[in-house]
């Protein structure tokens, strides 16, 4: 979303709102919105693959959500205007946005909220600082590496020239999803490290995210302080969009 639309979407909304390039290194930076109370508790929201900040637009512009919480919402490293086309891996993605993250500590909760691919994102980030999050909501998170298949078709379009001729964010996402098992795999052994309260919200149709993630999360969460899942019956993928009331229910309702 240009900064133009940006503008345009929160004042439908009469929403005050932040839009900031965040400098993570000479070469890197972390865009975000910020929208909510400043002296709040923070949700800091984490896309899917490929997407952007404003997957969560619904959520920023809302009046209940603004009142409780401080709202955060960034470009995830290689997409949007976070250095858009460099894809980055889970550990190099985890550790580009944790830096931010600290720079944005009010000393209060940081509930960390990852959709799809984002899931996996957050995961991570909570085992790097697990004392740095209250909360980590995980929508039809991709975190389970057996459940991840192979797609040997990915890498065609990584080589060269085929992978400058697929648009956009696509070639982005098509390298950190290839990589993403692997990925899995390496942080399988650093899951004991959560410690946080952890809301599991999957559809039980999930045709991209098998809903048996559910069950190897609450396997191997075996020190996060409570894990509650949320099964949403015959829903996909899409949970953030479709069953936007049930997911805004459960975020007014965490722990403090």
């Excluded at 205007?81 to 894809?87: D, I, L, M, P, V």
């Excluded at 149709?205 to 099964?231: G, H, R």
Aim: no cysteine; proline share 6%; hydrophobic share 40%.
């Amino acid at each position: 979303m240009s900064s133009k639309k940006t503008i345009e979407y929160f004042s439908k909304s009469n929403s005050a709102f932040k839009d900031i390039n965040y400098k993570i290194s000479e070469i890197h930076q972390i865009h975000y919105i910020e929208t909510g109370d400043s002296t709040k508790p923070t949700l800091f929201f984490l896309h899917g693959s490929p997407g952007s900040w404003d997957a969560y637009k619904t959520y920023l512009s809302d009046s209940d959500l603004q009142k409780k919480y401080r709202l955060i919402a960034i470009d995830r490293p290689g997409f949007g205007y976070s250095n858009f086309g460099e894809a980055e891996d889970l550990n190099t993605q985890a550790n580009l946005i944790l830096p931010f993250i600290q720079s944005k500590n009010n000393n209060q909760p940081i509930t960390l909220i990852g959709h799809s691919m984002g899931g996996p994102v957050a995961v991570k980030l909570a085992t790097k600082k697990p004392e740095l999050f209250k909360n980590l909501v995980i929508l039809a998170g991709a975190i389970d590496p057996k459940a991840e298949n192979p797609e040997n078709w990915r890498p065609v379009l990584m080589s060269k020239p085929i992978k400058y001729l697929i648009p956009g964010a696509f070639r982005i996402s098509n390298e950190e999803l290839w990589w993403l098992k692997e990925d899995l795999k390496t942080m399988k052994s650093e899951l004991h490290k959560i410690t946080s309260n952890v809301i599991i919200i999957h559809g039980t149709v999930d045709s991209l995210v098998p809903y048996s993630n559910v069950a190897f999360m609450e396997k191997e969460f075996i020190n996060a302080k409570k894990i509650e899942v949320l099964p949403i019956e015959k829903a996909d993928h899409f949970i953030p969009w479709s069953h936007y009331e049930i997911i805004k229910k459960s975020l007014l309702s965490l722990e403090d």
